[in-house]
């Protein structure tokens, strides 16, 4: 196992690849059908803790706090088109709900349920319920850039984004060491994400795939 990026990869498809593929699930998840997805129904959405602060847009989100040594940062914010920007603003907070699921190994309060569905969620949750297994984590920067969104409708969307694992790297949640693992071309992830809006107005991922190494991403 190197990147951390390559640890998510790695409980998503069973093998010992990256830690960061958070984001990157598409079709088979491997779960149980007795396993239940916490937050991936009403009741777990309504009982989520809220947001310190009210979003602008009215909706009762999940609270997310990362740990200090787990820094995302989120390049192209704001596109000037009101709609493109909550897309872009409402990833940002489903990547972070499954980085505060590795980080505090608590799936129930995570949030994942209320920024994923389908086969994205099956995806998210077993990656972080095998990381919380594996008591592993990470630490550093994860950097999100070169950020499309792509309308289709109303209520449903494309996303494509890059993500720079370079400068993040294993924790050992148990012993709290950091290994620091070495950059390669794999450090470079594109993913494509489809998007669709729910009754509350939440962009939710129904659909993740990744690219990992891909020619788009390298810098």
């Known amino acids: 196992m190197n990147r951390p990026a390559r640890l998510v990869t790695a409980a998503l498809t069973a093998s010992a690849a990256l830690l960061l593929t958070a984001c990157g699930s598409g079709g088979g998840d491997g779960s149980s059908s007795s396993d239940k997805i916490a937050g991936a129904d009403s009741g777990d959405q309504a009982s989520a803790s809220p947001s310190v602060s009210a979003s602008a847009d009215g909706i009762d989100r999940p ?3 990362l740990p200090g040594d787990m820094k995302l940062v989120f390049e192209g914010e704001q596109t000037g088109d009101a709609v493109k920007d909550a897309i872009l603003a409402d990833n940002e907070r489903a990547v972070s709900t499954v980085w505060q699921a590795v980080a505090s190994s608590d ?3 995570s949030g994942m349920g209320f920024y994923y569905t389908d086969t994205a969620l099956r995806g998210v949750y077993n990656y972080a319920k095998d990381n919380n297994a594996r008591k592993t984590s990470w630490a550093g920067t994860l950097r999100y850039f070169d950020r499309r969104v792509t309308v ?4 449903s969307a494309a996303l494509t984004y890059c993500v720079d694992e370079s400068q993040a790297n294993v924790k050992d949640l148990k012993t709290k060491k950091v290994k620091v693992v070495e950059t390669s071309p794999d450090s470079y992830v594109y ?17 993740l795939h990744e690219d990992r190494g891909s020619q788009r991403c390298q810098p």
Request: glycine content about 4%; charged content about 35%.
């Open 63 to 65: 609270e997310i706090k």
């Open 107 to 109: 799936l129930k309060k």
């Open 152 to 155: 289709f409708d109303k209520t």
């Open 191 to 207: 993913y494509n994400a489809s998007v669709k809006q729910d009754k509350q107005g939440v962009w939710q991922i129904w659909s």
